[in-house]
């Protein structure tokens, strides 16, 4: 059974730091791409960052220069570091595992954290 959990959302002020992570199971986690999005109240869910399997990074450009994604293979964790954080961060924000297998797209999802940027 595949699982991926996350963990670290909080309430935090804006300009502040938060660090997401997210423990995945039941698959083979070197070989999967690893992404994390959000969606806040009313908008579509959204891309943030996304790490590949051989450690190239891609950025939403809302986030460049705030937010870093990391993975490490052996624990099977993918993290978000998210500094100078907005209101507009505010959002639920989900894990994604996803590879192609033969012309398949395989794709699993987390059940998302909550982080709210507020004063």
């Known amino acids: 059974q595949v699982q991926l959990v996350e963990s670290g959302g909080d309430s935090v002020q804006p300009g502040g730091s938060l660090r997401l992570s997210c423990a995945a199971s039941?698959?083979?986690?070197?070989?999967?791409?690893m992404g994390w999005y959000r969606q806040a109240p009313g908008k579509e869910r959204e891309l943030v960052a996304d790490?590949?399997?051989?450690?190239?990074?891609l950025y939403a450009e809302f986030v460049k220069g705030r937010f870093t994604i990391s993975r490490d293979n052996a624990k099977s964790t993918v993290d978000l570091q998210m500094n100078s954080l907005k209101r507009e961060d505010t959002a639920v924000y989900y894990c994604n595992a996803s590879r192609n297998v033969f012309s398949r797209r395989v794709t699993y999802w987390g059940q998302g954290t909550q982080v709210t940027v507020s004063s």
């Open positions: 790490i590949t399997d051989d450690g190239s990074t």
């Open positions: 039941g698959i083979t986690f070197r070989l999967y791409a």
